[in-house]
């Protein structure tokens, strides 16, 4: 079980199941875990003296032994789109982005799972300076209890996107066991068709993620021949396009649900008609839909925003070759919110 420098467990870093063995191991029935799951998720408290349902020397007995972790808040910005972007510091002063995005019917919240990244995509903001370390799962988790939190009085928060910061996959152990957190009836119970957990290709961990839990998959393709991805995603060298679109083809998902293939468009580098057709052909077969993404332009990258022109001419192709495809025009471009643009992955500034 992970511990804070404090040498006490952090319950937000446990599951259901681990609760209750912790209870157990303090003598007391299981339920008290289940009862603590309550406090922490359904409804959330910030402290032990606030679960009155729990006995006092219960109470007194866990808080020995463990704490109720939280994020500070350091920075929040609005864009004039409604898109709110979360800067977080961590216990050991590094930083982390997360993004609440507003919808016509719902609100996303976008989290991170890693201080910087490691992947080294060319298009990304948030892996410049590389992967400082992993999110535990707590911190991952926390993102959620912060910004529901804070929107209380708004509409209810109905997708959860694993694509902030990081690469949810390098981070395994500690982005499933959030996963099962929030999955959890006991916890937040959100159902596993409103989460979506996007990577930059690591195929092993696609087929052990459908086996553990069957959430919605995106994966960053924005190539479609090894020789273009290799330049714009270094990963594709280990993991290249034919393992890639195999693994992709076999992936456990919720029932219904296909594939999402993330394609960013950039200016003169695989906008062309060329790209499109090269595209068509390498997912001829593969059930799934297509995210033509605009690139968000930030000074991190030496690239440019594709004519609209452009994008509608690939996006007219994809469709006459009978795929699902949409164009996402993201949010809180104004407050570098949107895909591509997080960043702030290293120690405050104040610290």
Request: net charge positive.
């Amino acid at each position: 079980m992970n511990k804070d420098t404090g040498g006490r467990i952090d319950l937000k870093n446990l599951t259901s199941r681990e609760l209750e063995e912790l209870v157990i191991s303090l003598g007391e029935k299981p339920y008290r875990g289940r009862q603590l799951m309550n406090w922490m998720y359904q409804n959330p408290v910030s402290s032990f003296e606030e679960m009155t349902n729990l006995p006092k020397t219960f109470r007194t007995k866990i808080e020995e032994v463990s704490c109720l972790s939280t994020l500070e808040t350091a920075l929040v910005k609005t864009a004039r789109d409604g898109t709110r972007k979360y800067l977080f510091t961590l216990h050991d002063g590094n930083q982390i982005e997360s993004v609440l995005i507003p919808e016509k019917k719902h609100r996303t919240i976008c989290i991170s799972t890693q201080v910087g990244c490691a992947m080294g995509c060319t298009f990304c903001l948030s892996g410049k300076n590389g992967l400082i370390r992993n999110l535990t799962a707590a911190e991952i988790v926390n993102q959620i209890c912060t910004i529901k939190n804070d929107c209380l009085n708004q509409d209810a928060t109905t997708n959860i996107v694993f694509m902030g910061m990081g690469e949810p996959l390098a981070n395994f152990e500690n982005t499933l066991k959030a996963l099962h957190i929030l999955t959890d009836p006991l916890g937040f119970h959100f159902p596993c068709r409103r989460i979506t957990v996007s990577t930059a290709g690591l195929t092993p961990q696609i087929k052990r993620l459908g086996q553990a839990l069957p959430v919605n998959l995106a994966i960053s393709l924005n190539a479609a021949t090894n020789a273009q991805r290799d330049v714009l995603m270094p990963i594709n060298k280990k993991h290249p396009l034919d393992k890639l679109i195999k693994s992709a083809s076999q992936a456990i998902l919720p029932s219904g649900k296909h594939v999402t293939f993330e394609y960013i468009l950039i200016d003169g580098v695989n906008d062309s008609l060329e790209d499109a057709r090269a595209l068509a052909s390498l997912l001829r077969g593969v059930r799934c839909k297509i995210n033509l993404i605009p690139f968000n332009e930030h000074e991190g990258a030496p690239y440019r925003r594709p004519a609209t022109q452009a994008v509608d001419q690939f996006r007219d192709h994809l469709s006459s070759q009978h795929f699902t495809v949409i164009v996402r025009y993201s949010k809180g471009t104004t407050i570098a919110a949107a895909c591509g643009q997080l960043s702030c992955g290293g120690k405050s500034p104040s610290r």
